[in-house]
């Protein structure tokens, strides 16, 4: 049975930070693709992450929400290009040129990657265990942000298709009651030859599941008498399989992200 009853505090403290959504998945999320990228790690990095892991701000005992929070933590690339989005700059200089002040508007998702990505390639070469589990952690929760397809979309809250309040049911009431039922099954972490142009691959790759994600959640809706039990419920079983995939997926790119930075540092020992 989908035990939504577990999600109404993280509900409602995301209602009273403000009308608009701030996180783009519950604390939840985090916690659980955060473990599972550790797994994802080759046996060079591993014992590092495994042997530091509640020293990781979100898997910490006294956890706080790590990263930066706010409008910047989304990209809605629909509101200004059609998708496949092959027209929007992959430098951020160059599509600050291209889109002005509409662009600032939709978030920086991207780019906190990459700006994240590079402070950790940073903290590798220093050795420095705090910085890098600090930047390991926000990358994490940046990288899982971007397999939110609700984070890609200028319909985020479901304000243009007549289902207002689709974030919070979706990306935290949901995962948040899903229980064991949230299990993930990541790749292994891979070496990114291109990390900003793997960036840019995912937020096509997530993109392409906003449509589905409203249309399940419209099917799930319809026959209910509002947002209980039975309504999650049917969330769960239509919806809770993309989500499954996607944070899976979340995993693997968050392995493949630290990987890769401990890579270009030059892979030091690390202790």
Same mark, same amino acid.
């Given at each position: 049975?989908?035990?939504?009853?577990?999600?109404?505090?993280?509900?409602?403290?995301?209602?009273?930070?403000?009308?608009?959504?701030?996180?783009?998945?519950?604390?939840?999320?985090?916690?659980?693709?955060?473990?599972?990228?550790?797994?994802?790690?080759?046996?060079?990095?591993?014992?590092?992450?495994?042997?530091?892991?509640?020293?990781?701000?979100?898997?910490?005992?006294?956890?706080?929400?790590?990263?930066?929070?706010?409008?910047?933590?989304?990209?809605?690339?629909?509101?200004?290009?059609?998708?496949?989005?092959?027209?929007?700059? =992959?430098?951020?200089?160059?599509?600050? @040129?291209? &889109?002005?002040? /509409?662009? !600032? $508007?939709?978030?920086?998702?991207?780019?906190?990657?990459?700006?994240?990505?590079?402070?950790?390639?940073?903290?590798?070469?220093?050795?420095?265990?705090?910085?890098?589990?600090?930047?390991?952690?926000?990358?994490?929760?940046?990288?899982?942000?971007?397999?939110?397809?609700?984070?890609?979309?200028?319909?985020?809250?479901?304000?243009?298709?007549?289902?207002?309040?689709?974030?919070?049911?979706?990306?935290?009431?949901?995962?948040?009651?899903?229980?064991?039922?949230?299990?993930?099954?990541?790749?292994?972490?891979?070496?990114?030859?291109?990390?900003?142009?793997?960036?840019?691959?995912?937020?096509?790759?997530?993109?392409?599941?906003?449509?589905?994600?409203?249309?399940?959640?419209?099917?799930?809706? =319809?026959?209910?008498?509002?947002?209980? @039990?039975? &309504?999650?419920? /049917?969330? !769960? $079983?239509?919806?809770?399989?993309?989500?499954?995939?996607?944070?899976?997926?979340?995993?693997?790119?968050?392995?493949?992200?630290?990987?890769?930075?401990?890579?270009?540092?030059?892979?030091?020992?690390?202790?």
């Amino acid at each position: 049975m989908f035990t939504w009853l577990r999600a109404v505090g993280v509900l409602a403290a995301l209602v009273l930070a403000g009308p608009a959504p701030v996180l783009a998945w519950g604390p939840i999320v985090h916690q659980t693709v955060t473990e599972r990228a550790v797994d994802t790690l080759p046996k060079g990095l591993k014992p590092f992450y495994k042997n530091h892991m509640l020293e990781l701000p979100s898997l910490s005992p006294d956890e706080e929400e790590a990263g930066e929070e706010g409008r910047e933590r989304r990209f809605a690339i629909d509101r200004l290009a059609p998708f496949p989005f092959t027209e929007v700059p =992959r430098r951020e200089a160059d599509f600050k @040129e291209k &889109y002005g002040a /509409a662009g !600032a $508007e939709i978030g920086r998702l991207p780019w906190m990657i990459q700006d994240t990505f590079a402070r950790l390639v940073e903290a590798f070469r220093s050795g420095d265990k705090t910085r890098i589990l600090a930047e390991s952690d926000t990358l994490a929760a940046l990288v899982t942000d971007l397999r939110n397809p609700l984070a890609l979309t200028d319909n985020s809250d479901g304000q243009k298709s007549g289902q207002h309040g689709l974030w919070v049911r979706v990306a935290a009431r949901l995962p948040g009651g899903m229980g064991k039922a949230l299990s993930l099954n990541p790749d292994a972490a891979h070496l990114l030859e291109d990390p900003a142009g793997h960036v840019f691959g995912v937020i096509n790759a997530t993109y392409v599941w906003v449509d589905n994600i409203l249309y399940q959640e419209e099917l799930a809706k =319809r026959g209910t008498g509002g947002y209980g @039990e039975i &309504y999650y419920e /049917a969330l !769960a $079983e239509r919806a809770g399989p993309i989500l499954r995939q996607h944070l899976s997926a979340a995993a693997g790119d968050v392995g493949s992200f630290w990987y890769t930075a401990w890579t270009q540092a030059g892979r030091p020992e690390l202790k």
